[in-house]
């Protein structure tokens, strides 16, 4: 990374989360739940659309979980990883666009559309995040995974600000709000695809001889030879056990927030302005969060950040009622978010050998991904039995936001456990 030609694969590995992060915001974490609920599912009861969208991301998450160990080891045996990513971009990216296309009330295929997206975009994360010992010595990893968090949040904060701007200036552009909302998921497409490209010019990867035979064979003996590792490396297991239950939070909360603030009332734009703010607070709390860490640890930095998402979901679920809390909890929630993804990773791809990167980041993704097939569901579930009990949909709702809370605790005290030796190693 001292060179020149490191320097660049650097900024080109970064610059592919300020590519994918257009998604992250502008699709998944608002205008498609907020866009599900008010325009493809406008017949239906809130409470409905909620449980669909939980529903829905259960689906994509069992898959993703499913595939993820299988992906990793295909890429680890010679397929490449950068090539598997592209494919992964390009499902990814046709599927946002395909949004466009939907029409008011067609849910399913509008839903159907999102998963594949989904897809996309958790596969690619495989190989991207598989990419990092690529293109980071050691002693830099933790701050160049936070760098990526960082310049991901700062990226889609710009888009994102354009897309408010578009989308609340939808009548001096000759539009209406549906249209301008539709060209959004269009244009987190283009942004996407085109600033991948900076990674596939600039970053090389060491690939093996490329077999033809047996891939799936060789494929499931790798897998199971990983599974295998991770099951003989006691701290290793209970790391990848406490982070799938905090990290199930923290994407529930992202997929789900907005659906949880249109529920109790806050308008679009208090939601847009919302999580704009956040991803302006996660830039600087990434990139602190990833000097906090060369001080006090990896692990201690991710307690934190936990602590915060704790105290978050417990005011939202019992206290928060206007579009200023609700901004003000966004914003805490910002100065958490990057810090507890980037220095998850960094940390555990402190803990695995770099050369089978890809095979162990392929169950670092299995338990990231299966983790969030619990966590929407867990929300979409209770916000059912609330209804079932009689209650109101409001009340419902906080108690599916609420829910949340228990994946927190668990997680943070499953990670307080795990020892970290002095050099990373744990």
């Given amino acids: 990374m001292n060179n020149g030609a490191g320097r660049k694969a650097v900024w080109g590995w970064v610059l592919y989360d ?41 689906i994509a998450g069992l898959t993703i979980a499913l595939m993820s160990p299988i992906l990793g080891a295909v890429a680890q045996i010679g397929v490449g990883k950068k090539r598997l990513l592209g494919g992964a971009v390009a499902l990814g990216t046709t599927s946002v666009a395909a949004l466009f296309l939907v ?33 980071a010595e050691p002693r830099s990893i933790d701050r160049v995974s936070s760098l990526g968090y960082g310049i991901g949040y700062l990226g889609c904060g710009l888009l994102g600000v354009a ?25 987190a497409a283009v942004w996407w695809a085109f600033f991948s490209i900076p990674l596939f010019k600039w970053v090389r990867e060491k690939l093996r001889p490329w077999l033809w035979g ?19 490396s006691r701290m290793l297991l209970l790391f990848l056990v406490a982070f799938w239950f905090y990290n199930d939070g923290v994407h529930a909360v992202v997929m789900m927030a907005a659906d949880f603030g249109a529920s109790i009332g806050i308008p679009l734009s208090g939601l847009m302005i919302a999580l704009l703010i956040t991803q302006f607070v996660a830039f600087p ?16 930095a991710i307690l934190i950040a936990i602590g915060i998402y704790i105290v978050v979901t417990a005011v939202a679920a019992f206290f928060l009622r206007t579009q200023t809390q609700f901004i003000i909890l966004a914003c805490i929630i910002g100065s958490a978010q990057g810090a507890i993804q980037a220095l998850s990773r960094s940390l555990f791809a402190s803990m695995i050998p770099p050369e089978r990167a890809a095979d162990f980041f392929g169950f670092y993704n299995l338990v990231g ?15 059912l039995i609330g209804r079932g009990w009689g209650m ?4 419902a709702s906080r108690i599916g936001i609420g829910s949340l809370a228990i994946l927190f605790v668990v997680g ?13 190693a744990v």
């Fill in 18 to 58: 300020w590519a994918n992060s257009a998604f992250a915001l502008s699709v998944m974490a608002l205008f498609f739940p907020v866009f599900f609920k008010t325009y493809w599912c406008s017949e239906s009861d809130p409470t409905f659309s909620t449980a669909r969208l939980g529903i829905g991301h259960f």
């Fill in 103 to 135: 029409p008011a009330g067609n849910w399913l295929s509008a839903l159907t559309l999102f998963l594949l997206a989904r897809l996309g975009f958790s596969f690619a994360n495989l190989f991207y995040d598989s990419l990092l010992t690529d293109v």
């Fill in 163 to 187: 897309h408010v701007a578009m989308i609340e200036g939808h009548e001096a552009l000759g539009i209406d709000k549906a249209l301008a909302v539709r060209l959004a998921f269009l244009t």
């Fill in 214 to 232: 047996g891939v799936v064979k060789r494929s499931l003996t790798e897998t199971w030879r990983t599974a295998r590792e991770i099951g003989r």
């Fill in 285 to 300: 709390s990434a990139i602190g969060f990833g000097r906090l860490a060369g001080v006090i640890g990896a692990k201690r």
């Fill in 369 to 383: 991904k299966f983790s969030v097939v619990i966590g929407p569901g867990l929300v979409g579930g209770m916000t």
């Fill in 392 to 395: 109101g949909p409001e009340v």
């Fill in 412 to 424: 943070g005290l499953l990670l307080s456990s795990v020892t970290v030796r002095p050099h990373g």
